[in-house]
């Protein structure tokens, strides 16, 4: 049986999450071997866990935000200055 890339999505959050049959793991891990979409989408995905992971665990203090706030304020206002729509090329 070949696993397809479609088959492959469906057991990715099993596949983190350690979830799967050791015959599909098995499938799985070698469509991943070679095949570059999957590993891409597998490493993305595992990416988005850790951040979310993350966000659970860390708890910002609350004048934290307000202050990157500002910041990141400060830093866009001084990207744009001059007229925004002067990009050049389309047409
Ligand atoms: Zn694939």
């Known amino acids: 049986m070949v696993l397809e890339c479609k088959h492959v999505w469906e057991h990715i959050s099993g596949y983190l999450d350690g979830n799967l049959d050791a015959a599909v793991l098995e499938e799985v891990q070698k469509h991943l071997e070679h095949c570059e ?48 729509g002067s990009e050049e090329g389309d047409t």
């Open 37 to 84: 979409i999957c590993s891409a989408i597998l490493d993305s995905t595992r990416n988005i866990l850790i951040l979310t992971a993350d966000e659970r665990v860390f708890e910002l203090p609350l004048g934290f935000s307000e202050r990157l706030h500002a910041r990141l304020e400060t830093e866009m206002r001084g990207f744009t200055y001059g007229p925004s």
